[in-house]
């Protein structure tokens, strides 16, 4: 399913101009700080808000348009809705929560019941069929409302912060499912998050909103490359290196070594690296930093309060420095420097998808 939308949205004083399309079975990641318009966003693309100029169309079929007074209401758009707080019924069991959405849209009992036991069995759930949501754990409460939000074959879904709920083991493992679900069953998808884990792990580009406007789009690597504010800059700027530990070290696919935490947990993984944490040295540094690598300045991004360098070698690093620090150094594009990182500061998560 393809989205085109160009509209606008007022609350009060605060206004909402978006202009975006999605390809069939694309993910978007939508990133910002709290009061961007992230969720206004989803509202208005599900039907729950109505655009106040502008329209929406869904494969080439106008949903919502100002100008002509179109407005297609949300159980007629084909579309699932995972909230950010899972909005599960906890009146109703597990299986009546998840086959509630193709009842509200005439299925029989039967059919709407068939369905909703065949995706409980794709997320694992089958067990839990009869209880109710307040018995759930966050992780299985939240893959109830994802199998809610899929049993009604929708061709977009909007997931509004899926993991923010969620420890460690649970977001993972919710990153995990909707891995399996782009590669089993692919839907287009909009994924509000503010963890760029998740856009890394499961978005093909994405956009930010700040004071509801978009102000950087592309690729995480782009965006994290090459921020145009500080928040971007704090908010997507990791170095994020996917690979395996074992005893306390990460290899990376590039087959680059991490020592990592002690305490990381064994298996695929997703190691980030604050680009503060990264050190940057003109010859090869002694002392605490137990991981240290030969690097290529490939990219100097110069702001006033900072100077960020994009760096490639055995691996690929973002290094954040003051203006200061970077004149000291000299640092010029093609320069060879050593850069370090203290297994201290760097922060390890399972890795479902690998």
């Known amino acids: 399913m393809s989205i085109r939308a160009r509209f606008s949205v007022h609350q009060g004083e605060f206004k909402l101009e978006i202009e975006l399309a999605l390809g069939d079975g694309e993910v978007l990641a939508v990133l910002g700080p709290n009061g961007s318009g992230k969720s206004t966003l989803l509202r208005t693309l599900a039907g ?71 995706w409980l069995e794709r997320f694992g759930l089958s067990e839990f069929a009869h209880r109710r949501p307040s018995n ?10 994802l199998a809610r939000a899929l049993a009604v074959s929708p061709g977009l879904l909007l997931l509004d912060e899926p993991t923010s709920a969620l420890d460690v083991r649970a977001k993972a493992e919710i990153r995990r499912d909707l891995l399996r679900l782009r590669r089993d069953h ?18 093909d580009r994405v956009i930010v909103l700040e004071d509801g406007r978009i102000v950087q789009s592309g690729t995480l690597d782009d ?3 090459h921020p145009r504010s500080r928040h971007i800059a704090d908010m997507v700027g990791l170095s994020l290196v996917r690979g395996d530990v074992r005893d306390g070290v990460l290899t990376a696919t590039s087959g680059a070594r991490l020592v990592v935490p002690a305490d990381s947990p064994s298996g695929p993984s997703v190691a980030s690296i604050r680009p503060a944490a990264v050190s940057l040295h003109r010859t ?33 690093l973002l290094a954040e420095l003051t203006p200061a620090g970077a004149d000291a150094l000299s640092l010029q594009v093609g320069d ?18 690998s």
């Open 336 to 353: 060879t420097i050593w850069a370090s990182v203290k297994a201290s500061e760097i922060t390890v998560t399972p890795d479902f998808g």
């Open 48 to 118: 729950l808000q109505a655009v106040d100029a502008g329209d929406i169309s869904i494969n080439d079929t106008v949903v919502d348009d100002a100008a002509h007074k179109t407005f297609v209401t949300p159980e007629q758009r084909a579309i699932g809705v995972v909230f950010q707080d899972n909005a599960l019924f906890n009146n109703l069991s597990v299986r009546e929560n998840v086959a509630f959405g193709l009842r509200a849209r005439g299925f029989s009992r039967t059919v709407a019941r068939s369905t909703a036991n065949e």
């Open 186 to 203: 692919p839907v287009t998808t909009v994924l509000v998050t503010h963890d760029p884990l998740d856009a890394f792990a499961l978005a």
């Open 284 to 316: 090869e540094p002694e002392g605490s930093a137990r991981n240290a690598w030969e690097m290529t300045i490939v990219d100097l991004d110069r702001h006033p309060e900072r100077v960020r360098a994009r760096l490639s070698g055995p691996l690929a």
């Open 223 to 225: 965006v994290a490359s």
């Open 136 to 145: 759930l754990s966050g992780g299985q409460a939240q893959r109830v409302a």
